[in-house]
């Protein structure tokens, strides 16, 4: 089952209207307070139950935040005997009393340190085989991890650096992702999609200057397949054009090596 | 010997050492348990080099009676990656046998503790004490009844998963639902991808459930009351 799939009319609550923040002591981080939890506009019932959980591994820890119509903050939160509250994460459930069911919820909400930049491809590198790179789905909501093959001589200088390892394989990385997006997950939205990375992905392409179809859903009434790989394929093209200066330099090298030899 | 943490340059050398034993298998491990390569832990805790044990619970049970006797918690040693390391790298033999002339080696995340999240739970030491501490001896066996250098299917699927591996109640289902407690292991058919209520379907109905209900607040029986009949033959 795929974890976008949305049966149950259960709403999101948007990162925008909830604000975390983290109490540290002697360097280390002790408690969290919730300064914004804004649920208006959701509609929920008031008698719903809202709960706070700070998880990461097998730590969870949860936090009765009142009612939807009477949200009680309990902050400051104590995460004192957790293993790691440096790295928690969070997610605000509101939960029927009635019958348990989620009526809204926010997951995945991490703390960035102030000026901290989130990377849309985490790169990581393990031993591959005979295979340089490889695409796995295994981030946040399967968001996906560039693996290099940890077995090339200076691979982690090379996969920074060097001109002819980021033109040969960039590219194809962008498609593979941008391909897997359309057509294996499917876009629910091109504006407010549910799946966080998508969201990420697309805001990158924009950035590219590339217009995305209305429809890249490929369960969708109106997709159009060639739209959707045309698109994938401007966007390849237009990071290609956005770093061109690596192209030069990779064509530079190779005439100096034929002129060499 | 006493509980040493490993350092940088140690988890360097280890991992060299590893990564050398793939070409020759008969290669001795280095002498790590000094300055430079590791130190000694805060508080003294006497660690049997020489144990072997016949189970990943053993491992654990070992650890946990190690730490308590210290009244050292979970919170205080689990973010600690250089014991974890250390620790494999002294019963690296029981991790990495030798076989025919050969070591079995697996990957580096099994020995070299990771501060990667999607990492912790394939650690060798790690992994089980994580699982044994939080669930206690009867809810860990489903995971930790293997061999220890056997990572076990149930581990993969399960502890993999955040959201189902910190539910307690969700792990004292599974247990309930796939562990024979009289013969201590598994119930069989449980890891088959084809019967129906094996463990990867388990997985893709919790997580339907996890975007449906406030699990967190239901008991593990009426946990499995809501699944489907397909697991009907495990309860």
């Known amino acids: 089952m795929k974890r976008k799939l949305n049966y149950t009319g259960r709403m999101k609550i948007e990162r925008k209207n909830i604000s975390i923040n983290f109490i540290s002591e002697s360097g280390g981080v002790v408690a969290f307070t919730v300064t914004k939890l804004d649920l208006t506009g959701l509609n929920l019932p008031p008698e719903a139950k809202v709960y706070v959980e700070a998880y990461y591994r097998t730590e969870l820890r949860r936090f009765d935040f009142g009612t939807a119509g009477s949200i009680t903050n309990p902050s400051p939160c104590d995460l004192r005997g957790m293993a790691y509250p440096e790295n928690l994460k969070f997610r605000i459930l509101v939960v029927a009393p009635s019958d348990g069911k989620l009526l809204a919820q926010g997951d995945r909400i991490s703390l960035k340190k102030s000026g901290e930049r989130k990377s849309i491809l985490p790169v990581e590198f393990s031993d591959l085989g005979n295979e340089i790179w490889l695409v796995k789905y295994e981030g946040d909501a399967d968001s996906p991890i560039l693996i290099i093959n940890s077995r090339i001589p200076g691979i982690q200088n090379i996969a920074c650096r060097d001109a002819q390892f980021l033109t040969y394989v960039y590219p194809a990385v962008i498609r593979e992702i941008l391909a897997h997006m359309v057509f294996v997950d499917g876009v629910d939205s091109i504006t407010e999609p549910s799946v966080d990375w998508h969201g990420d992905w697309l805001r990158f392409v924009r950035l590219l200057g590339v217009e995305i179809p209305e429809i890249l859903n490929k369960d969708g009434d109106n997709f159009d397949k060639q739209k959707a790989l045309k698109w994938i394929e401007d966007s390849v093209l237009a990071f290609c054009s956005t770093h061109s200066h690596r192209f030069q330099e990779y064509i530079r090298r190779q005439e100096e090596t034929s002129l060499c030899t | ?235």
Not at chain 2, 103 to 127: M, P, Q
Not at chain 2, 212 to 225: N, Q
């Open chain 2, 1 to 235: 010997m006493h509980l040493r943490i490993m350092l940088q340059e140690g988890v360097q050398k280890f991992a060299q050492y590893i990564n050398d034993l793939k070409i020759n298998p008969s290669l001795q491990r280095p002498d790590l348990n000094s300055e430079p390569s590791s130190e000694k832990f805060s508080t003294e805790i006497p660690v049997d080099e020489t144990k072997v044990f016949n189970s990943k619970i053993e491992l654990a049970e070992y650890l946990h009676a190690c730490f308590t006797s210290k009244s050292l918690k979970r919170e205080d040693v689990l973010p600690l990656n250089g014991i974890w390391t250390w620790l494999a790298y002294i019963w690296f033999d029981q991790f990495a046998p030798s076989r025919a002339g050969t070591r079995e080696i697996k990957e580096d995340a099994k020995y070299l503790c990771s501060s990667d999240y999607r990492d912790y739970y394939r650690h060798f030491v790690a992994g089980p004490y994580s699982i044994y501490s939080l669930h206690g001896h009867d809810n860990s066996r489903i995971f930790l009844y293997s061999s220890v250098n056997q990572h076990n299917d149930f581990i993969e699927q399960f502890a993999s998963r955040q959201f189902i591996i910190s539910h307690r109640n969700i792990v004292e289902a599974i247990s309930r639902l796939y562990f024979d407690y009289q013969k201590g292991q598994p119930k069989t058919g449980a890891q088959s991808r084809t019967r129906p209520g094996n463990i990867r379907r388990f997985v893709s109905v919790i997580q339907q459930f996890e975007l449906t209900y406030d699990i967190y607040t239901m008991d593990p029986a009426r946990i499995l009351e809501l699944l489907p009949d397909e697991f009907n033959h495990w309860k």
